[in-house]
């Protein structure tokens, strides 16, 4: 179900360099595996789910910094190709946070270093917001930051969205400040603390919420990779089954998800259709290497949602 909104997405987070390294397959401790290619990419969680937004359809402007260097003025030009919103996009004497992407068709690793990131502060929240607009942030800038932010939506009626990655256990401070916490069956234990429990099943999810004192009218969502995601609300558990598909690089679908669903918010979906969508955008994602560079735009995931549902029947 879809209502008539016209909402912005404004998104929170790290601008990086990816230098993205592909192999068969990732190294075990100590070992050196030949690598096949390296490339240079836009990446940066709040950077990859603002192209998200924006190839979603949505106006998105993203907050954030870069440093004042040659690195920084390509990450914001890449963003404003995406059709991002640079205009807070801040500048400072840090340089511009990179990222040492490893990755196969398994799985990845990723050192990041936040340069630029690090000086993001309260005053990113001094932007308009209204009621029709969704606010998501990640866990790569600093929690005073989306604290302001999220306290700024709050007073304006606006959607606050934390997808709680990478793992961190200070999301625990904006838990009360978010409408809609996203994470990772592995985000998900650290937040609880509960390792070595059962959580995926329907109890388990349902306790899970409970441990991490989202309230009634608060919503968790879990992503789970192949198997689709868990809506974890006040009127129990809805699953979304995931999209069977051909993986090549996983790099970036949590964002490529993250944010299509906050799109589909903004526009008026309802959060099952917002999930269903995203869930198809993430699954074409992992179908081309990188993470920003492999964001499918709206067109294509409705092609693909039709040409799978054709299928299925």
Request: glycine share 10%.
């Given at each position: 179900?879809?209502?008539?909104r016209?909402?912005?997405?404004?998104?929170?987070?790290?601008?990086?360099?990816?230098?993205?390294?592909?192999?068969p397959?990732?190294?075990c401790?100590?070992?050196?595996?030949?690598?096949?290619?390296?490339?240079?990419?836009?990446?940066?969680?709040?950077?990859?789910?603002?192209?998200?937004?924006?190839?979603?359809?949505?106006?998105?402007?993203?907050?954030?910094?870069?440093?004042a260097?040659?690195?920084?003025?390509?990450?914001?030009?890449?963003?404003?190709?995406?059709?991002?919103?640079?205009?807070r996009?801040?500048?400072?004497?840090?340089?511009?946070?990179c990222?040492?992407?490893?990755?196969?068709?398994?799985?990845?690793?990723?050192?990041?270093?936040?340069?630029?990131?690090?000086?993001?502060?309260?005053?990113?929240?001094?932007?308009?917001?209204?009621?029709?607009?969704?606010?998501?942030?990640?866990?790569?800038?600093?929690?005073?930051?989306?604290a302001?932010?999220?306290?700024?939506?709050?007073?304006?009626?606006?959607?606050?969205?934390?997808?709680?990655?990478?793992a961190?256990?200070?999301?625990?401070?904006?838990?009360?400040?978010?409408?809609l916490?996203?994470?990772?069956?592995?985000?998900?234990?650290?937040?609880?603390?509960?390792?070595?429990?059962?959580?995926?099943?329907?109890?388990?999810?349902?306790?899970?919420?409970?441990?991490?004192?989202?309230?009634?009218?608060?919503?968790?969502?879990?992503?789970?990779?192949?198997?689709?995601?868990?809506?974890?609300?006040?009127?129990?558990?809805?699953r979304?089954?995931g999209?069977?598909?051909?993986?090549?690089?996983?790099?970036?679908?949590?964002?490529?998800?993250?944010?299509?669903?906050?799109?589909?918010?903004?526009?008026?979906?309802?959060?099952?259709?917002?999930?269903?969508?995203?869930?198809?955008?993430?699954?074409?994602?992992?179908?081309?290497?990188?993470?920003?560079?492999?964001?499918?735009?709206r067109?294509a995931?409705?092609?693909?949602?039709?040409?799978?549902i054709?299928?299925?029947?």
């Amino acid at each position: 179900m879809t209502t008539a909104r016209a909402g912005k997405v404004v998104v929170l987070g790290s601008i990086n360099l990816d230098l993205l390294i592909t192999a068969p397959r990732l190294p075990c401790a100590g070992e050196t595996v030949s690598g096949t290619n390296l490339t240079r990419q836009l990446g940066g969680k709040g950077a990859n789910q603002a192209v998200g937004a924006a190839r979603a359809g949505a106006h998105c402007i993203l907050l954030g910094a870069v440093g004042a260097d040659e690195d920084g003025a390509q990450m914001v030009a890449a963003l404003a190709d995406h059709g991002v919103d640079v205009s807070r996009v801040r500048t400072t004497s840090s340089p511009t946070g990179c990222a040492l992407v490893a990755t196969s068709p398994q799985d990845n690793q990723i050192i990041h270093i936040a340069g630029a990131n690090a000086d993001v502060d309260a005053t990113v929240a001094e932007i308009d917001l209204g009621p029709d607009d969704v606010c998501l942030a990640q866990m790569e800038t600093p929690v005073p930051a989306t604290a302001a932010l999220f306290q700024r939506a709050r007073a304006t009626a606006a959607c606050t969205i934390l997808n709680a990655a990478p793992a961190s256990t200070a999301a625990r401070q904006l838990l009360p400040l978010c409408d809609l916490l996203i994470v990772n069956e592995s985000e998900l234990t650290l937040l609880t603390g509960a390792e070595g429990v059962p959580m995926l099943d329907n109890a388990g999810l349902l306790s899970s919420k409970t441990m991490l004192g989202l309230e009634h009218g608060q919503t968790l969502l879990v992503t789970l990779g192949a198997n689709g995601v868990a809506i974890v609300a006040a009127g129990g558990v809805q699953r979304i089954a995931g999209w069977p598909t051909a993986v090549v690089d996983t790099t970036g679908a949590g964002d490529c998800f993250c944010g299509y669903l906050a799109a589909g918010l903004a526009r008026g979906d309802c959060m099952e259709h917002a999930a269903a969508e995203a869930n198809m955008a993430a699954s074409i994602a992992v179908q081309s290497l990188g993470a920003a560079a492999s964001i499918p735009d709206r067109i294509a995931v409705l092609h693909g949602r039709d040409a799978a549902i054709a299928h299925a029947s």
